[in-house]
């Protein structure tokens, strides 16, 4: 390949999505990433002359003929080739953008500290049902590039913070925040950088929503439209409006004759979330409602994956930061064995207190992390490391008692002992069917 070419930074499912693209539509390229491992899987499965790849490390003149960087959310912003590639005045763009330049299907964006897949899975429910071609992309783990199709009437892009730090320019016909909290500063220097990589969705926003939770920490953001449960008049809000025929208890939602399950009152306020984009296309909220109540949760939040002698054990590994592990405690009724820990995270725990003497009875600690954890809680429940996820099993179902529940959720990322956090679930549903008979 000769002439000006892009350089794809990171050979995750991002990076392998431009390769093929790319090839596809005959674009030059190259490809850096930061690991060295896997060598000749790299050179084997992008098929490229082995001057086209570098791995760990490259000499300056790599660069000469590079016109455009397109980086995958791993990538480091304090790696060296970053500082490379603004010295050289090389723009520097996500998958996302490169999208946008080939496709004209209007989007619908939701970021968020947690419920970001969930939302983004029930709206694509929902619209599917509501006769509109659309479908879920992005942070969900399904780059855009590899959909690219005019055809769609909308594409639902779930965007994380590490996709938003580079995108200044993005618009949406629909954007959405579904909550704020403290997460991810490994990587951003403090919550307010974080806050103002995650506002960056609203930017050309024809439609800005949020919940309610959130309304104080984006009192900024012009016409903003909120949805969740009104404190004061104890209803269900809908776009900033009191919807009198939308009710709920403690487990359902309903309208007229529908109801959904909404499982605790994190995925009440997702399912609201759903909603309310509904409601800005025009679709009947009862209609929607009755759309949404065939809707399946997805795996590795708080999914009940056995009850065996009256003791539950749930699936929660999708749990990578203590707020979400707070709404999976908050869900769960007393009694709890807690599975807790994973690789390191700069976060606060103490917020679990609380929760966790109230609810708790035995903590079993795994993962990298577990005393970073420990440390930080103020708790006087018993507690037992763990050597791995089968000895956390054993140990669960050593102390468990008939209306016991146990749950993984782990509050931290899965990469100390697993690839990512579906393996880390896999392993937990494993260990169970295997020792709990």
């Not at 953001?221 to 208890?249: E, M, W």
């Not at 749930?314 to 707070?326: A, E, F, G, I, L």
Request: aromatic share 10%; net charge neutral.
């Amino acid at each position: 390949m000769t002439g000006k070419k892009k350089l794809i930074l990171g050979l995750g499912k991002t990076g392998d999505s431009c390769i093929k693209f790319f090839k596809k539509n005959n674009i030059n390229f190259k490809i850096f990433d930061t690991r060295d491992n896997h060598r000749e899987h790299y050179v084997d499965s992008t098929n490229l002359e082995p001057e086209l790849l570098r791995l760990s490390t490259y000499e300056d003149s790599y660069l000469d003929d590079v016109e455009e960087a397109i980086i995958s959310p791993g990538i480091d912003r304090k790696n060296k080739i970053i500082d490379d590639l603004n010295f050289r005045k090389i723009n520097i763009i996500t998958d996302i953008d490169l999208f946008k330049r080939y496709s004209n299907v209007p989007i619908i964006s939701v970021t968020g500290t947690n419920g970001k897949t969930t939302v983004v899975s029930m709206m694509e429910h929902l619209l599917n049902l509501s006769n509109y071609k659309c479908i879920a992309c992005g942070n969900n783990g399904i780059p855009p590039l590899s959909i690219i199709n005019n055809n769609y009437d909308y594409i639902i892009l779930e965007l994380s913070s590490y996709q938003l730090e580079y995108m200044d320019n993005f618009t949406s016909n629909i954007s959405l925040i579904t909550n704020i909290n403290h997460d991810h500063f490994e990587r951003h220097k403090n919550f307010d950088e974080y806050l103002s990589i995650k506002k960056k969705i609203f930017l050309n926003s024809n439609y800005s929503l949020c919940n309610i939770g959130s309304k104080e920490k984006l009192h900024d953001v012009p016409n903003l439209y909120i949805y969740g449960i009104n404190d004061d008049s104890k209803k269900l809000v809908i776009n900033g409006r009191d919807n009198d025929n939308l009710l709920f208890n403690s487990t359902d939602l309903f309208i007229d004759k529908y109801k959904i399950k909404y499982r605790g009152i994190h995925n009440l306020n997702n399912f609201l979330a759903a909603l309310s984009v509904s409601d800005l296309l025009k679709i009947n909220t009862s209609d929607a409602v009755k759309h949404l109540s065939s809707y399946s949760f997805l795996s590795h939040r708080i999914e009940l994956i056995k009850l065996h002698n009256d003791v539950s054990w749930y699936n929660d590994s999708k749990s990578t930061n203590s707020s979400s592990t707070q709404a999976a405690l908050e869900y769960i009724n007393k009694n709890i064995i807690l599975i807790i820990g994973g690789s390191k995270k700069n976060m606060n725990y103490q917020n679990l207190s609380k929760l966790i003497n109230n609810k708790v009875k035995l903590i079993i600690f795994i993962g990298e992390n577990k005393r970073y954890i420990d440390e930080q809680l103020n708790v006087k429940v018993r507690t037992i490391d763990a050597e791995s996820m089968y000895d956390a099993i054993k140990i669960s179902y050593q102390f468990s008692k008939p209306s016991d529940s146990v749950l993984l959720s782990p509050a931290s990322p899965s990469f100390d002992m697993f690839k990512d956090y579906s393996e880390r679930g896999a392993a937990f549903t494993k260990a169970v069917n295997d020792l709990v008979k």
